[in-house]
């Protein structure tokens, strides 16, 4: 048990009082002395009005509130930051930080002996897991689960893959504005998060691989009874947990996040993974390289067909056994020997699991594709980084050289990307400066750089497009991202112009820039930075200590391992 439940509540007297007063007050909420003896467990709570993906999380809390108490706890909700996707402005990627050192503080100095982390929608998984990690008590992840695909005019329809392609097929002009309306109701079909592998379902999937969930919590439908039960067992899983006091820090080992890149891989995951991954490693005091993605996603087959690598949803997924069916697929390439939360291994949990649907889990012997979804590029361009999700791009144009078409950042983008006198051709290359960590800021999902309209016209769907933002992980196409170093701290790509030639060689991991040495350093003696975008309160502290995209964007001052 931890200093500070003993401390709090349970010291008959103290000093200050504290010991009285703690039980006292709790007394006075309707708990006596039998409950007082118990276990507490938190339960971080990022239900909101603003968050739909955790607009279920009440009923949520309440059913791990039954299981706390069955096994023998005394369940205490707390409120959290919550971070909606599509009502926070400018970006979720600002705040990510900032509910993580929320979480982190609340969970380190409340007389919690361990937590429950609810959480589904992009951010706030990585955000509590990075919080947990740094107050380092027991904790286990219960994500909410994946929204019912929805169907609309005969097509099954997945968010947010489809809000994209569809925006796009209005955009030339292929649906009306009243079937764009129709789709507006129809494809938020039920409570959850995205149903496609975006970044939430990737989040809950590797947070499972990781062995920081119970076994199935990923693929659950959030509607579907069995999340509630999945919501109990965790209520009593983690009193069990306090019991053998196990932290993140014996869960989230080495070779846990290896577990987690190779099912990053295997999924067709989301890129955001990888800025979250080395973020939560680096909590753990370990810095995370870019080249461990690559080197695993050389030998991870991709075998998941879920959009927006494949053709299923997280429906499916879920009838196809999960991810325990997943990592029973993948264990020859695991290390099975991890410890989970449950104090189990991870071979152990996944013992029984078996793949119900060959069409959904491919067998490794016969994957969608030999490597895994994800791959990190290097060059004059990126020569600290740069991903592209290889498994949701066009094969043709992985390899691929053009001139460079150049953004000066997002509100130069929205100007002229429609206007029929921008020169721009199917084999250009989009590049988009100054929407990075800093630049934007708050690297948000900009990546997915809108086609150009007269492109559009012409039936073009995609090109080589290239910044220093993110992309969401519903989205596909020839996208290149996390350029690092960004450019509004000099990186390379503040450097290029139009015209510039743009060579790209996924197959051989490379992006560069066809400009001499010369002409380089010419350009960056004349580069000068963009005023600062904030001046005071949360930005500023921000853009003062905000690490780059091949270090997670933590805060320089939160790397380190957790207690
Ligand atoms: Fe929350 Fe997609 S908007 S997961």
């Known amino acids: 048990m931890s200093d500070s439940f003993s401390r709090s509540t349970r010291g008959a007297v103290d000093a200050r009082g504290w010991g009285l007063t703690m039980r006292a007050w709790s007394k006075a909420s309707g708990f006596d002395d039998i409950d007082l003896a118990k276990p507490i467990v938190g339960i971080a709570q990022t239900w909101s009005e603003v968050n739909h993906c955790h607009i279920h999380f009440r009923e949520l809390a309440e059913a791990v509130k039954r299981g706390v108490w069955q096994a023998g706890g005394w369940p205490m909700e707390f409120p959290t930051i919550s971070l909606g996707e599509f009502h926070t402005r400018p970006t979720t990627m600002l705040f990510r930080n900032l509910l993580a050192m929320d979480a982190e503080e609340m969970i380190r100095a409340q007389p919690f002996d361990g937590v429950v982390l609810l959480a589904s929608c992009d951010k706030n998984v990585p955000a509590l897991l990075m919080g947990a990690a740094s107050a380092g008590k027991p904790a286990i992840m219960l994500t909410g689960g994946p929204m019912l695909a929805s169907k609309w005019n005969g097509q099954t329809l997945g968010a947010c893959t489809d809000c994209r392609r569809l925006t796009e097929d209005l955009r030339a002009g292929k649906i009306s504005l009243d079937q764009y309306r129709e789709i507006e109701d129809a494809i938020g079909r039920s409570t959850g998060h995205c149903m496609v592998m975006g970044t939430a379902s990737t989040m809950a999937s590797i947070t499972e691989a990781l062995g ?130 449950t104090g189990r291994t991870l071979g152990e949990e996944i013992e029984k699991a078996e793949v119900k649907r060959r069409d959904v889990i491919h067998p490794l012997s016969e994957p969608m594709a030999k490597e895994g979804g994800l791959a990190i590029l290097r060059g004059n361009l990126c020569p600290r980084g740069a991903v592209i999700k290889q498994s949701a791009a066009s094969p043709h144009l992985l390899n691929h050289t053009g001139r460079a078409v150049v953004f000066l950042n997002q509100e130069d983008l929205e100007n002229r990307i429609d206007s029929p006198d921008l020169d ?103 580069w000068k930075p963009a005023p600062a975008k904030y001046s005071r309160g949360y930005g500023k502290l921000f853009l003062e200590h905000v690490n780059q995209a091949d270090e997670g964007c933590d805060f320089d001052f939160l790397v380190g391992a957790g207690l």
């Open 212 to 341: 920081m969930a119970l076994p199935g919590t990923a693929a659950i439908p959030a509607p579907d009874s069995r999340r509630l039960r999945l919501a109990e067992a965790v209520g009593r899983q983690i009193v069990e947990t306090i019991k053998k006091e196990i932290t993140p820090a014996q869960v989230m080992t080495e070779k846990a996040f290896d577990n987690a890149i190779r099912v990053l891989m295997a999924i067709g995951g989301s890129t955001n993974a990888i800025v979250h991954l080395v973020a939560m490693s680096g909590r753990m005091g370990r810095k995370l390289a870019l080249e461990r993605f690559d080197e695993l996603s050389r030998t991870t087959p991709l075998i998941v067909d879920v959009r927006p690598s494949g053709k299923f949803h997280m429906e499916e997924l879920f009838e196809a056994g999960g991810i325990p069916a997943v990592l029973k697929e993948l264990s020859p390439l695991l290390h099975l020997d991890c410890l989970t939360i």
């Open 424 to 526: 721009v051709r199917p084999d250009d290359v989009l590049i988009l400066q100054n929407v990075g960590p800093i630049g934007a800021p708050g690297i948000p999902e900009w990546g997915s750089i809108a086609m150009p309209r007269k492109l559009l016209d012409q039936g073009v769907r995609d090109m080589v497009r290239i910044s220093d933002a993110r992309m969401s992980g519903t989205a596909s196409g020839t996208v290149i991202l996390h350029v690092c170093p960004e450019a509004a701290i000099g990186g390379p790509l503040a450097l290029v112009r139009d015209g510039d030639l743009i060579e790209l060689d996924v197959p051989n991991r490379t992006l560069n820039v066809k400009i001499s040495d010369a002409e380089f350093a010419e350009r960056r003696a004349a």
